[in-house]
């Protein structure tokens, strides 16, 4: 059986992505071991800082069209990025933090044009 996903868009001024903004969707949440991040017209925010459940392993497929994708990370998080950027930036600003097997591990792919996808810690270093 394939693991269950979430995609966050953001289509603004249709639809804002992300979990920081207040409305119904600014709430603790279930993280999935996947997630699908797509900005296109709007920004998309990811904060898995106050969740009801964090798998040990999440994979990130980023994508930022035209806006940006950010990932807030809690303190002692293993962050790993690679992808594609083309006319934006990939910026992984969460302190570097060894794995072991306490810690949680996030893989961001991410694919940029014309936008970023950033990561940075709750403590609001970049």
């Known amino acids: ?42 920004d998309v925010t990811i904060d898995l800082t106050n969740v ?14 035209g806006r940006d994708v950010d990932v807030i990370v809690p303190p002692g998080t293993h962050v790993e990025m690679d992808g594609r950027a083309n006319n934006g930036h990939l910026n992984n600003g969460a302190p570097s933090v060894p794995i072991s097997k306490e810690t949680h591990s996030i893989k961001i792919n991410g694919h940029t044009f014309l936008g970023d996808v950033t990561t940075r810690d709750s403590v609001g270093r970049m």
């Open 1 to 42: 059986m394939k693991e269950p996903r979430r995609y966050l868009l953001g289509l603004e001024p249709i639809f804002e992505g992300g979990w920081l903004h207040k409305g119904r969707r600014a709430r603790d949440w279930n993280v999935e071991k996947e997630l699908v991040a797509i900005s296109l017209l709007g």
């Open 52 to 65: 009801k459940s964090l798998p040990s392993e999440i994979r990130i497929n980023a994508y930022a069209i």
